[in-house]
């Protein structure tokens, strides 16, 4: 072959080799990463996941999300070796130039995708954003790298996720019920048996063991006039008999109940609501919205909040089944008033302490250490529901709106709100200690 050929071919293929090492992401937009939380959110409401396995789908998929991004920036330090068990993942093929944005939000969905259920439910959006990648002109090798990173640190994850003993726990023993004094018994109108009796078995994220936190031991059961008990009980009952239209707005906004069942004769309906873990996402896509807050900073914001929420539901599950307490409304109805019932549904779970009280105590701490103690905005969560919206001053108030709302609601003790509370509260500011003050 003439030499002018080789020449001809060797330009054009240079002429074809293309430079991305200036290439700037085009998925930098944080509201999109807003919306991809939203969509998991969504189907984890339409598919009726009890709140402590949300919060299980929030976090692994939000972990993946940072885990992605940690790689690509130096100032955000890996999770690897600061959180349970979760080893060093692979880092990008040199020379491959990948958007690290575009790779946070398809490891998102394909971790999202599989710890929910039906099979395939996000990969639609997975695909959509995709296509968004083309119709921005992204490169397609570019496009190429950037997913197949995303899926070496999904898989990475879901291996990771396997060790946590929810498979082992599916087959567990379900909770024994006996009538003793004091204890637990299922409540109307579906008479559950105790969910998730095993979740402490659980392994946690942050948490040294599921007692880490105790919140101490509840009163003694002791339905005497004067004692802490009967006062408390009766608080509870006359909360409920004189509710202002104040306190049935908050109770309603932070029912969070996922699967409300109404019962009526012999037809029985649920209706659906974002579980207390799913409320907590949206606020934090709200507030991260509000602050102003760049890509990155909110897939942390969201990435370490999920883990609160999750180790909070270990804690917390931890010192219901080892109380075993009675929820009021089962006393009200043997003791005093068989006629009485709760503003809300009481949850199928032991009273002490308030689950709601303690995650949302423990999101409270690490959504301040992002955007501090005075960001106030409009929670619009429960809107879609037909419930207006809340004005909220604070991380902390809202937590704090959040316990309150079950004594409202005649579903727990005040002593189960405080007590919840202050566990949360420190099992947050621990997780802030942690990971997020000493980045270093």
């Known amino acids: 072959m003439p030499s002018k050929y080789w020449v001809f071919i060797v330009v054009l293929a240079l002429s074809c080799k293309q430079d991305y090492t200036g290439y700037t992401t085009q998925f930098g937009d944080p509201l999109l990463y807003n919306k991809t939380v939203k969509t998991l959110n969504n189907i984890v409401l339409e598919n009726n996941f009890p709140p402590m396995i949300a919060a299980r789908n929030y976090a692994y998929a939000n972990i993946a999300a940072y885990e992605c991004l940690s790689a690509g920036d130096s100032a955000l330090p890996s999770l690897a070796g600061r959180i349970r068990d979760l080893p060093k993942l692979a880092v990008p093929t040199e020379g491959k130039v990948i958007d690290f944005?575009?790779?946070?939000l398809l490891a998102f969905v394909k971790v999202g995708n599989a710890v929910t259920f039906p099979e395939?439910?996000?990969m639609a959006y997975h695909a959509g954003l995709l296509r968004m990648a083309d119709s921005?002109?992204?490169p397609?090798?570019?496009v190429k790298s950037s997913l197949v990173f995303s899926d070496s640190v999904a898989a990475a994850i879901l291996r990771w996720s396997k060790g946590d003993r929810y498979a082992a726990t599916r087959g567990a023993s379900r909770y024994s019920i006996n009538d003793s004094v004091g204890r637990w018994v299922p409540t109307p109108p579906t008479y559950e048996s105790g969910l998730e009796p095993h979740w402490r078995e659980i392994r946690p994220f942050v948490l040294d063991s599921a007692a880490q936190f105790s919140p101490g031991q509840p009163p003694v059961f002791d339905m005497r006039p004067g004692t802490v008990y009967y006062k408390s009980l009766m608080e509870v009952k006359n909360t409920v008999d004189q509710l202002t239209d104040e306190q049935r707005h908050i109770a309603d906004f932070w029912d969070d109940n996922p699967f409300k069942m109404h019962v009526s004769g012999h037809v029985m309906f649920a209706t659906k609501k974002f579980s207390p873990a799913g409320h907590w996402m949206n606020i934090v896509g709200i507030a991260a919205h509000k602050a102003n807050a760049d890509f990155t900073t909110t897939v942390a914001a969201y990435a370490?909040?999920?883990?609160a929420l999750f180790d909070g539901f270990i804690s917390c599950w931890d010192e219901k089944y080892r109380s075993n307490y009675v929820r009021p409304e089962t006393v009200i109805n043997e003791m005093i008033s068989g006629e009485w019932h709760p503003y809300i549904q009481t949850p199928p779970f032991p009273s002490y302490t308030s689950g709601h009280s303690t995650i949302s105590a423990a999101a409270a701490e690490v959504m301040?250490?992002?955007f501090g103690d005075q960001l106030s905005f409009t929670d619009t969560s429960l809107l879609e529901f037909g419930i207006a919206n809340r004005e909220i001053k604070s991380f902390r108030q809202a937590a704090q709106e959040a316990s309150i709302s079950r004594l409202y609601g005649g579903i727990h003790y005040r002593f189960d709100l405080d007590s919840g509370n202050a566990a949360g509260s420190r099992?947050?500011?621990?997780?802030?200690?942690?990971l997020i003050s000493k980045k270093e």
Not at 101 to 104: D, F, K, P, V
Not at 304 to 307: G, K, L, S, V, Y
């Open 304 to 307: 370490h909040t999920a883990i």
């Open 427 to 434: 099992l947050g500011r621990y997780i802030v200690d942690k």
């Open 101 to 104: 944005h575009l790779a946070a």
């Open 368 to 370: 301040t250490s992002f």
């Open 120 to 122: 395939g439910s996000l």
């Open 136 to 138: 921005l002109d992204v």
């Open 140 to 142: 397609s090798a570019v």
